[in-house]
Antibody
Framework: EVQLVESGGGLVQPGGSLRLSCAASGFTFNNYWMSWVRQAPGKGLECVATIKQDGNEKYYMDSVKGRFTISRDNAKDSLFLQMNSLRAEDTAVYYC???????WGQGTMVTVSS | DIVMTQNPLSLSVTPGQPASISCKSS???????????LYWYLQKPGQSPQLLIYEVSDRFSGVPDRFSGSGSGTDFTLKISRVEAEDVGVYYCMQSIQFPFTFGPGTKVDIK
């Protein structure tokens, strides 16, 4: 059974940092591109960042370029998102998904507020 | 970025009746490998999204056959042959031919 367990969310002040983690199981993690997709409260879905199987290609949505960094550890079947200089508009549930997104976890909530 | 649009943005359906949602992309989703990278998701209230249809018309594991997808190039349709109460939620189309992959704005379906 495919499982994606996101963690690391929480309440942070504007300008602060958070590191999200995702533990994947039930599929061959290093065979897949992986992405972080977010959903602001009451809003739609946005692909924030995507990373190739070997970590050598990365893509970011424009609004997070220079602030967010996606990475992975294939030995531990784990995906990460380092988020710096957080803004109120980054408030969302963040999901870790394989590409294309066949399975979804429960997500982790990030709230940026003073 | 590829822009995805959906119509209608909301839909109220009588149980047992059909429903149809349109999705259009700003560029062709047909890849040189012959596949078309268009997906449909349903997000039920309070839940994570779930995959319904992949590559235009293939139903994901466990998806009832009342759901079907069609289309090509830039124009796609999701059809529900007979809507059931459990089908309420927001339906999203998504493209993954180009990064960043992008979603449509969503179509909210409820029951009359």
């Amino acid at each position: 059974e495919v499982q994606l367990v996101e963690s690391g969310g929480g309440l942070v002040q504007p300008g602060g940092s958070l590191r999200l983690s995702c533990a994947a199981s039930g599929f061959t993690f290093n065979n897949y591109w992986m992405s972080w997709v977010r959903q602001a409260p009451g809003k739609g879905l946005e692909c924030v960042a995507t990373i190739k199987q070997d970590g050598n290609e990365k893509y970011y949505m424009d609004s997070v370029k220079g602030r967010f960094t996606i990475s992975r550890d294939n030995a531990k079947d784990s995906l990460f998102l380092q988020m710096n200089s957080l803004r109120a508009e980054d408030t969302a549930v963040y999901y870790c998904v394989p590409v294309p997104p066949g399975h979804w976890g429960q997500g982790t909530m990030v709230t940026v507020s003073s | 970025d590829i822009v995805m649009t959906q119509n209608p943005l909301s839909l109220s359906v009588t149980p047992g009746q059909p429903a149809s949602i349109s999705c259009k992309s700003s560029q062709s989703l047909l890849h040189s490998d012959g596949k078309t990278y268009l997906y449909w998701y349903l997000q039920k209230p309070g839940q994570s999204p779930q995959l319904l249809i992949y590559e235009v018309s293939d139903r994901f594991s466990g998806v009832p056959d009342r759901f079907s997808g069609s289309g090509s190039g830039t124009d796609f349709t999701l059809k529900i042959s007979r809507v059931e109460a459990e089908d309420v939620g927001v339906y999203y189309c998504m493209q993954s031919i180009q990064f960043p992959f992008t979603f449509g704005p969503g179509t909210k379906v409820d029951i009359k």
